[in-house]
């Protein structure tokens, strides 16, 4: 159990043994100068550079610090290892020759503390390690980790070469040393990770870098040097001071460069932070396209982003409403000054039939000092769908600078985008209302076909037919029998104008109205009266109805009707055809006196086997591919060729001549046929 | 889908809407519009010219009736001219001519509104 938890931080577990067998070594040694005893403790210092290195690297991934405060943390850490070399004499006086003495109870405490000074520069230069080897390896487009592992590996055997060699030749170290330092200046260029900060984020890098050169150099003095600090590192361990030197020269080499890297960079990072927030906002626009199904919405993300990318003072879209413009979004400009420019550009001036962006000075035009702010330049670009400018986006500056040439394309890219959202809304609209439409539709048709008699009723006196084929959009047809007082048939015709569901609410209404009437009035006449005067209420003038209420009284044999503005009656009798068309208006056009005084009441005394045709204009009005009307004439041709037939084989032959007739083309109007015929003597 | 549309004229306080194409239910608004339009400008006198006009539909037919109330409340009036047979005959049949005055031709109209 405890074995797995060694192993499990492994690295930890080095780190702890190295400090401590450090510490022993140290400590027994008791000054004594054996080279091997020395390449023991570099051994065991490397040991431990490499498992605090895999630790700091573990926290750094585990924590994603970003490159930045990367950089800060090496600054932090150079410069406490400075200020520990600062304080480190105040309590560190004497320190060597005490841990060099015989063991005893001064060398042990002073062990103590040279031990936690050596962990701190241990720390910090494994540290330093780290990041530059985390540079080293990122956002390379070329690289080649080999350059890497030869700088460890040379800077391994300067270190170690020094420890077994320093008393005997300096040459051989000294060459190690001078490739390892080659290395490290090699590695320190192609820094390109920079490129990807904003010019806020340069600026700080720049400083950053400075500050870790200056304390990087400074460190670096202080380890070459024979100090407290040096003499206090070489007592643990003469390779580790030769290695943290290199860290230091590696540290101080790269961000030397980098200093001076981003520092060329600084001139371009307000053009290079420009293209990464186009890149970045037309990236975003792609996403929203898809996305916002309101265009208001998008309008206002599109001007903020429009004015971030051309750095824009004010920025508004505009789009056409007939002959007008109408601003859908406007950031940083009042609706006065956008009305004068709007004006100026695009009802009057060169603007007015732009195909991509145009930049559009307004610093000599004449309504320069009608602006309530001071807009010098503009740009404009058109909105566009395939076939035509739906509007404009536009954008304006302030100041005395001009707007460039590629930010008017960044622009036209950015009204192009507009345009595509533009036209997914629309056409997301335009599908939702169909969709609605037909919903509605269904429901207008379904309540028609509620409101019709499901059967005919039959009489041994009557012989009743009828026939209704509805309209896509519902038509506003309807029909209804009434027969609740005996010896007598009553029936409604009629068509309310307009289409859909408000037609069907009408028809709805207008059936409850002729149901209640037609059991209270005796006259047709008298009952279209009274339902124009009771539909005066709710009727809308546009939505008038017209019908035809007839009534057939068995015993007599009288056909009594009144025509409300409907189509025609015919007669047929003895293969004569008698068209009746009494005066009478509409119901609901006039709520006057005037719809009774042009009111005519027709009575015909029927023979046996007459027969009467009502209809509705969806019949004479069908259409043919070429657009003509199967008219009267047609109709009446129809009745007089099948008069002798029974009612049904007329009505069918009425039909089949009409789709004869249209041929498949869009039958626009309900139509309604009901034929009856008298049988009694 | 039939096509529809108007021309305005103006002729001193008389405007006159020439219609073409197919009046319906599809089409009614841009009519509608037309009037609304007219009745905002405080243009009373309306003349309709029907020459161009193919066909029309109940829907078509209520747009006038939509507007004939607050045109008559203002002393104004909506005459009617230059009808076809059959799109006379649809007029005809629900009672229109009671209704309106229906002329031959524009300037018939036009000079009814000058008496």
Known sequence: MYLNRILKSIHSTISLASIAALFIIVNFQSGSNLVLL??????????????????????????????????????????????????????????IQKIKKE????????????????????????????????????KRIKYNPVYFQLLIIFAILSASSYTLLKNINDAIPTAFMVVTTIL???????ISWIAFLNKKEKYKLLFISLTI???????????????????????????????????????????????????????????????????????????????????????????????????????????????????????????????????YLLYSGECKNITKAKICFLEKSSIKSKLSENLYSVIISPLRTQTEVKGYLLAARKSGLLFYEDEARAINAFSEYASIALENSRLLNESIEKERLKKELDVAREMQRKLLPAVDPKFKELQICSVFIPAFEVGGDFYDYYTENKNEFSFIIGDVAGKGISAAFVMAEVKGIFESLSGILFSPKEILIRANKILSRTLHRKNFVS????????????????????????????????????????????????????????????????????YTDGITESKNMSNEDFGEGRFIETIRNNSDKE????????????????????QYDDITLLILRWKKN | MAEFNTTLKEQGDISIIKLKGYLDAHTAPVLENKFNELI??????????????????????????????????????????????KVFNIFDLLGFPLLYEIFKTEEEAIKKFSE
């Open chain 1, 38 to 95: 020395s390449l023991l403790q570099d051994i065991i210092s490397i040991a431990l550079i490499f498992a605090l290195s895999v630790k700091i690297k573990e926290w750094i991934r585990v924590n994603k610090i970003s490159f930045l405060n990367l950089t800060v943390a090496v600054a932090v850490i150079l410069g406490i290892m400075l200020t520990t070399i600062w304080i480190s004499p105040m309590f560190m006086d004497e320190l």
């Open chain 1, 103 to 138: 063991f005893s109870l001064f060398s042990f405490a002073s062990n103590i503390v040279g031990i936690l000074y050596f962990c701190v520069f241990a720390i910090g230069a494994a540290f330093i390690f780290v990041v530059l080897k985390e540079f080293y390896f990122s």
């Open chain 1, 184 to 190: 490290i200046i090699k590695n320190s260029f192609g």
């Open chain 1, 213 to 343: 050169t200056v304390l990087a150099s400074v460190l670096a003095g202080y380890s070459a040097d024979i100090s407290l600090h040096s003499e206090t590192l070489i007592t643990y361990s003469s390779g580790f001071t030769k290695l943290s030197l290199l860290i230091l020269i590696y540290a101080l080499v790269y961000f030397g460069v980098l200093f001076f890297t981003v520092l060329f960079h600084l001139p371009t990072a307000e053009a290079f932070d420009r293209k990464a927030e186009e890149v970045s906002s037309l990236q975003l626009f792609s996403t929203l396209i898809n996305q916002v199904i309101d265009f208001d919405e998008m309008a206002d993300t599109i001007t903020d982003l429009t004015r971030k990318v051309s750095s824009a003072d004010a920025s508004w879209i505009v789009l056409k409403n007939g002959n007008t413009y109408e601003t859908i979004s406007q950031k940083n400009i009042s609706e006065k000054d956008i009305v004068e420019i709007n004006n």
């Open chain 1, 547 to 614: 019908a035809l209420y007839g009534k057939i009284n068995f015993f007599t044999s009288e056909f009594e009707f009144a025509r409300a503005g409907h189509c025609p009656v015919l007669l047929v009798s003895e293969g004569q055809i008698i068209k009746y068309q009494p005066k009478g208006l509409a119901l609901g056009l006039d709520f006057s006196e005037g719809f009774a005084d042009n009111l005519d009441e027709v009575k015909i005394k029927l023979q046996k086997g007459d027969t009467l045709i009502f």
């Open chain 1, 647 to 666: 009612i049904t084989h007329i009505a069918k032959e009425i039909i089949s001549e009409i789709s004869l007739f249209a041929n498949n083309t869009t």
């Open chain 2, 40 to 85: 905002s400008n405080n243009r009373y006198k309306i003349v309709v010219d029907f020459q161009d006009l193919a066909y029309i539909s109940s829907a078509g037919l209520g747009v006038f009736m939509a507007y004939i109330e607050k045109v008559r409340e203002n002393q104004g009036d909506i005459k009617l001219a230059s009808m076809s047979d």
